[in-house]
């Protein structure tokens, strides 16, 4: 099974530009569907972005256009890049990787993953 650590969160003034690091150990991510998520406390778990692990990549609508997910499998590493965040991102984001899952419809719901990361706090100021 595989195991997930997230880096590079951190604190952001509004407007500003992140990139997270999901660094897998195991088998090769290139077998899996990784997905990021996004949790505030007292809220839900809520699905931020997704590759899918025959290609492809899926997004949430609040995120369009500013996240981009992307992938490098010689680092067995899968990336998050934010620009112009904004306050309403501030959230623990975690990766999440389902093994040879291609749904995205499944794959948008936090109860399809098995292997969770740790998570990393991301605060977007004002």
């Known amino acids: 099974q595989v195991q997930l650590v997230e880096s590079g969160g951190g604190l952001v003034q509004v407007g500003d530009s992140l990139s997270l690091s999901c660094a897998a150990s195991g088998p090769s991510v290139s077998t899996y569907s990784i997905a990021w998520f996004r949790q505030c406390p007292g809220k839900e778990r809520e699905f931020v972005a997704v590759?899918?692990?025959?290609?492809?990549?899926d997004y949430a609508d609040s995120v369009k256009g500013r996240f981009t997910i992307s992938r490098d499998n010689a680092k067995n590493t899968v990336y998050l890049r934010m620009d112009n965040l904004k306050a309403e991102d501030t959230a623990v984001y975690y990766c999440a990787a389902d093994r040879f899952q291609d749904s995205q419809t499944r794959l948008k719901k936090s109860n399809a993953y098995v292997s969770w990361g740790q998570g990393t706090q991301v605060t977007v100021s004002s």
């Open positions: 590759v899918v692990w025959r290609g492809g990549r």
